[in-house]
């Protein structure tokens, strides 16, 4: 077991700032733990997903999924039933990251996905198993949360690792468990749409600054005493607005 996890959550396609925060890996002392959510919205879905995986298979990092990586998956199981959601939250950025700019306009959903699943089989099949969950230490790491109102919180739903927002943060923590989560961005944990630093409540963490609509990164150290350090990125880029 690393004496230090290095967690980053919700990178959404910003591929320079997921190299900035990795400078700071420590492949010998660092468990990374990715929370999700490297692909939409941001340009460079294609190559966050790869290095994810690379990540993954060089460095034993562990990759959650999140409620985008589900969003990706489900679209290519069922596209004409999902396409219309998936563009809405930045899917249209992941399927011309993987195929080429234009292709939404030029092929129908069911042609994307079936080009994506023939261009990309091994990548899907690796977003297929990874996990919902990682436990180290006193810690829980999740993309989105876990239901607080189940006495064993392992007995969430699925989906609810994946999606839940309010019941989770204003819901009481009796895991025992440090919770640390991404999903929904710090300012609107805050409440100003402003403040992009870590959130803290009731020990849970919320780590996701919101960097793809303008806000920043994390890339948070602990050890099992606590937060070692929090390096930040801010997107000095414009932010993400939707396409259609």
Known sequence: MKTFIYAISDIHGELGLFKK??????????????IGDLNDRGKKSKEC??????LVE????????????????QFLNSPEEWYQAYVQNGGKETMESLLFQGCCEEFSPTEIAMTIRSYY????????????????KDYLFVHAGVDLSKSDWKQTNPSDFLWIREPFHRGNNHTGK??????????LLYGDMQTTKLWFSDQ????????????????????SNGI??????????EGWQPDF
Do not use: C, M
């Not at 997903?49 to 690379?54: C, R, S």
């Not at 991404?182 to 300012?187: C, D, Q, R």
């Not at 070692?228 to 880029?237: K, M, S």
């Open 21 to 34: 925060l990795l400078k700071d890996f420590d492949s010998e002392n660092h468990q990374l733990v990715l």
């Open 49 to 54: 997903f790869l290095l994810g995986k690379k």
């Open 58 to 73: 060089e460095h034993h990092a562990v990759y959650l999924r999140g409620n985008h990586e589900e969003y990706f998956l």
């Open 121 to 136: 089989s091994s990548l899907i099949q690796f977003l297929v198993e990874r996990p919902l969950y990682f436990e180290w």
């Open 178 to 187: 440090t919770i640390v989560f991404g999903h929904t961005i710090t300012p």
């Open 204 to 223: 849970k963490i919320g780590i996701d600054g919101g960097a793809v609509f303008g806000g920043s990164v994390h890339g948070v150290i602990f050890d």
């Open 228 to 237: 070692v350090q929090d390096i930040e990125y801010p997107n000095l880029t």
